[in-house]
């Protein structure tokens, strides 16, 4: 082969997959734009013509007999296609007055970035359009699969999201300040068995590490795993960090405490002896500041605040609870019932 061969092929190869990745978008694109068209005609004709049931299931037979290799003309779904419209166009107060008012309204362009099945999953479990629209982004933003979606929608990811109680505001950079701020929640919400009142911090991080795809589910894009435990010798004394993530986006270390109890004043400054020593023996020079997240059973929120007022460390308090809500994705890699009792016998 002449010389530079090998290395326009590999070019040439991220070329194609580039644009295969555009055809694909493009095309969902367009597919969630009739969609709309269809819903939003739909619409009009039940208004203006009085169209019912028969019409549609009419409509939905001679659709699939002219274009039999299309999958997406059931009754089912067309029915689908006219609450994709309205869900988007319709005041809850007036419903008729607000098709006539938003006939012919713009899709809004988010939607055309997520697939069918995730925009169902939007305007049949969401009635707050701020929550679908919210939603839509994280879902392009972070490539959630459906079932990834349903599951952040069910443990309320919406009104968790930058809610923790830091003080961010006065020891990061704004820029830094306002990413952090938005990776934290409150609560958090994992998916532990067998939880009981007396389950010690050492049995809560060996639950929340013994499935990591979890964990990090939870705890959001940007986190890499870097250990439970985490050895620090400082002047000759061990001390050990429950879990130690790097977060990618914020460019930073970042420090978890686990606490089975409520939010007391003095985990601040055992946070902060953490952070200073990761800062001193982990961090380089390219790093930004560690941040440190206590996470308790129970926060008061005027404790917590007090106890960060006047640190200079970056460190946010968020609480926790349990739930066995998992998607389905994951939950896939779990024995069923019937594994389990073979296994026992």
Same mark, same amino acid.
């Given at each position: 082969?002449?010389?530079?061969?090998?290395?326009?092929?590999?070019?040439?190869?991220?070329?194609?997959?580039?644009?295969?990745?555009?055809?694909?978008?493009?095309?969902?694109?367009?597919?969630?734009?009739?969609?709309?068209?269809?819903?939003?005609?739909?619409?009009?004709?039940?208004?203006?013509?009085?169209?019912?049931?028969?019409?549609?299931?009419?409509?939905?037979?001679?659709?699939?007999?002219?274009?039999?290799?299309?999958?997406?003309?059931?009754?089912?779904?067309?029915?689908?296609?006219?609450?994709?419209?309205?869900?988007?166009?319709?005041?809850?107060?007036?419903?008729?007055?607000?098709?006539?008012?938003?006939?012919?309204?713009?899709?809004?362009?988010?939607?055309?970035?997520?697939?069918?099945?995730?925009?169902?999953?939007?305007?049949?479990? *969401? @009635?707050?359009?701020?929550? /679908?629209?919210?939603? +839509?982004? &994280?879902?392009?933003?972070?490539?959630?699969?459906?079932?990834? !979606?349903?599951?952040?929608?069910?443990?309320?990811?919406?009104?968790?999201?930058?809610?923790?109680?830091?003080?961010?505001?006065?020891?990061?950079?704004?820029?830094?300040?306002?990413?952090?701020?938005?990776?934290?929640?409150?609560?958090?919400?994992?998916?532990?068995?067998?939880?009981?009142?007396?389950?010690?911090?050492?049995?809560?991080?060996?639950?929340?590490?013994?499935?990591?795809?979890?964990?990090?589910?939870?705890?959001?894009?940007?986190?890499?795993?870097?250990?439970?435990?985490?050895?620090?010798?400082?002047?000759?004394?061990?001390?050990?960090?429950?879990?130690?993530?790097?977060?990618?986006?914020?460019?930073?270390?970042?420090?978890?405490? *686990? @606490?089975?109890?409520?939010? /007391?004043?003095?985990? +601040?400054? &055992?946070?902060?002896?953490?952070?200073?020593?990761?800062?001193? !023996?982990?961090?380089?020079?390219?790093?930004?500041?560690?941040?440190?997240?206590?996470?308790?059973?129970?926060?008061?929120?005027?404790?917590?605040?007090?106890?960060?007022?006047?640190?200079?460390?970056?460190?946010?308090?968020?609480?926790?609870?349990?739930?066995?809500?998992?998607?389905?994705?994951?939950?896939?890699?779990?024995?069923?019932?019937?594994?389990?009792?073979?296994?026992?016998?």
């Amino acid at each position: 082969m002449p010389p530079g061969y090998f290395r326009f092929f590999n070019e040439l190869k991220g070329w194609i997959r580039t644009a295969r990745v555009k055809a694909s978008l493009s095309a969902n694109r367009e597919l969630i734009a009739l969609y709309w068209r269809i819903g939003q005609g739909i619409v009009e004709r039940q208004r203006v013509a009085g169209w019912g049931k028969s019409v549609v299931e009419r409509l939905s037979r001679d659709l699939r007999s002219e274009f039999p290799d299309s999958m997406g003309f059931s009754v089912q779904n067309i029915w689908k296609m006219r609450a994709f419209f309205l869900a988007w166009t319709r005041e809850l107060s007036n419903l008729s007055q607000a098709v006539r008012e938003l006939a012919g309204r713009a899709m809004p362009p988010e939607l055309g970035e997520i697939p069918w099945g995730q925009n169902t999953e939007l305007i049949f479990r *969401l @009635k707050n359009p701020l929550e /679908r629209i919210w939603y +839509a982004r &994280k879902t392009i933003e972070h490539g959630w699969s459906r079932a990834i !979606l349903v599951h952040q929608i069910e443990t309320g990811l919406y009104g968790r999201s930058g809610r923790a109680v830091t003080n961010f505001s006065k020891t990061l950079p704004p820029i830094q300040s306002d990413l952090a701020s938005q990776v934290m929640k409150d609560p958090y919400v994992f998916d532990i068995k067998a939880v009981n009142e007396r389950l010690r911090e050492r049995d809560l991080e060996k639950c929340l590490v013994d499935d990591i795809r979890k964990l990090l589910l939870e705890l959001g894009v940007g986190f890499a795993f870097v250990g439970s435990q985490y050895p620090l010798e400082v002047e000759g004394e061990d001390f050990y960090i429950d879990l130690l993530f790097y977060h990618l986006r914020l460019r930073c270390f970042v420090v978890i405490d *686990l @606490k089975t109890g409520p939010f /007391r004043p003095e985990h +601040a400054g &055992k946070m902060n002896f953490y952070l200073s020593a990761v800062d001193d !023996l982990l961090k380089n020079e390219h790093d930004n500041p560690t941040i440190g997240i206590i996470l308790c059973k129970t926060k008061k929120k005027l404790i917590a605040e007090y106890a960060l007022r006047k640190m200079d460390a970056p460190i946010g308090v968020s609480g926790y609870r349990f739930t066995r809500v998992m998607p389905e994705e994951l939950g896939k890699s779990l024995p069923s019932a019937e594994e389990l009792e073979r296994r026992l016998t």
